[in-house]
């Protein structure tokens, strides 16, 4: 069940944060330009833009620009993605309930 909750969580806060880079992309290209030369990233695949477009989403650095539509977007998406991390700790609590050692077993039961 709890499993369940990190998938029905992950599924829109991936969709929500796709669409918030791919809209800040389309509608403010300086923004997004600029993004991509902070030199302080480091990215696995190398896509700086995407990276510094997830901090800047994440980190709430979103909520200074004058595109209405993308704030809200950018609420959503951020709304989502604790959503999520919150599902993840619950995941990990009742893993470790369950599935633990029998001193924590013990408290579920």
Known sequence: ???GL???AAIPSG???HRFVRSLEKTLPAIWAELGTQK???TEDGNKHYAAAQRFLI???YKS???EALV???DRSRTAFFVFIASLVVFGFCAA???GTPQLSCLWR
């Open 1 to 3: 069940m709890a499993f």
């Open 6 to 8: 990190v998938v029905l």
């Open 15 to 17: 969709v929500l944060q």
């Open 40 to 42: 302080k990233l480091w």
């Open 59 to 61: 980190w709430g650095e």
């Open 65 to 67: 620009l004058s595109d």
């Open 72 to 74: 809200k977007m950018g």
């Open 97 to 99: 309930l369950t599935q």
